[in-house]
């Protein structure tokens, strides 16, 4: 808005100018492009309160480095990474999706500022106020103020912060506010599949080639990820 005020003014001078026989024109303003922000991956929603950067978002809108994503009650959200891999925030979570980099390469990062995750991408970098990690693994993260707790469902997941620490399948990490300390528990694997229970309930909906054929409305679970995309563009492609 600030640019269109400038020019507009520019504008209202130079007519004046012309009119009043004046000297000539003062050369035009120019605009600087702005540099695309790096896309991140394609969000689904489940739910009527999920918000990128405090807009409402619909299923297959995009997620970029620093893009902020809500959910509200009764509501959630995945997010499809572009390389692979996603994450499914649960109702009332708040992250922030950047990229960080690795000695090798590049890795997605959520900062989850509060709620419940699941993430199944391989690596993936996670923080929250009470530690930073990189994980190998599905796994299972809850976020407080007080605390964060992460199970471990596959693979492996290695803790940066507070103190480098490994936490390997079936094991239950818990970081406290007040106690640097990690506290690690082991599960049995029945106690441990039990934690993500709480994505039963959420269902998102897009679009699947299942024989060469574009399905609208297809349920992401009942779809190979590999054949699903909430952009029925891709699915297209895809099927072609």
Not at 89 to 114: P, Y
Not at 159 to 177: D, G, N, T, Y
Request: aromatic letters at 8%; charged letters at 20%.
């Amino acid at each position: 808005m600030g640019g269109w005020r400038a020019c507009r003014s520019w504008l209202f001078m130079s007519v004046v100018a012309l009119a009043s026989g004046c000297v000539s024109l003062p050369a035009p303003l120019t605009v600087k492009s702005q540099v695309p922000a790096t896309l991140i991956g394609t969000v689904g929603v489940s739910g009527e309160d999920v918000r990128i950067n405090g807009e409402m978002a619909g299923s297959g809108d995009a997620v970029t480095e620093g893009d902020t994503v809500v959910t509200g009650p009764y509501s959630s959200a995945v997010i499809d990474f572009i390389d692979g891999g996603y994450i499914h925030l649960d109702q009332d979570s708040k992250a922030i999706f950047v990229k960080k980099q690795l000695r090798r390469g590049t890795c997605n990062m959520a900062h989850m500022l509060n709620g419940q995750a699941f993430l199944d991408k391989d690596p993936f970098c996670l923080e929250t106020p009470h530690l930073e990690a990189l994980s190998t693994s599905l796994a299972n993260v809850r976020v407080t103020t007080e605390q964060t707790e992460i199970v471990v469902l596959r693979g492996k997941l290695t803790l940066k912060r507070p103190q480098p620490m490994e936490i390997k399948e079936f094991q239950q990490a818990v970081v406290s506010k007040s106690d640097t300390a990690v506290n690690i528990s082991d599960l049995t694997s029945s106690m441990a599949l039990e934690f993500p229970d709480w994505r039963r309930p959420y269902r998102f909906f897009g679009y699947c080639c299942k024989r060469s054929v574009v399905l609208t409305a297809a349920d992401r679970d009942r779809c190979e990820l590999s054949n699903f995309s909430f952009i029925r563009e891709q699915v297209v492609a895809l099927c072609k």
